[in-house]
């Protein structure tokens, strides 16, 4: 499984994050998957948000249910 990690709010190029697998679910339906990164920050807006698209292998069009973002604070 691969996350590519895209900026949503400001394009600043694609990051691929490498995830493995780290068991199955709670419930034994499906698997649990884990990564860990630092995404790049912005020097002129560091309050951003960014985009992650997984991939199974090459498959490009796997197919999400739910958008998947999350918001870069900036520091003091």
């Known amino acids: 499984m ?3 990690l895209r ?3 400001m394009y600043l190029g694609e990051y691929p994050v ?5 068991g199955m ?3 034994g339906e499906g698997q649990l998957w884990e990564a860990r990164f630092t995404a790049p920050f912005c020097t002129t807006d560091p309050s951003m ?5 997984l ?3 090459m498959d490009h069009a796997f197919v999400m249910p739910v958008k998947l973002t999350f918001v870069a604070k900036g520091r003091v």
């Not at 948000?49 to 698209?53: A, F, N």
Request: aromatic share 4%.
């Open 2 to 4: 691969l996350a590519v």
């Open 7 to 9: 900026g949503e709010s």
């Open 18 to 22: 490498p995830m493995t697998k780290a």
């Open 25 to 27: 679910s709670p419930d």
């Open 49 to 53: 948000t960014w985009r992650i698209d």
């Open 55 to 57: 991939q199974a292998g």
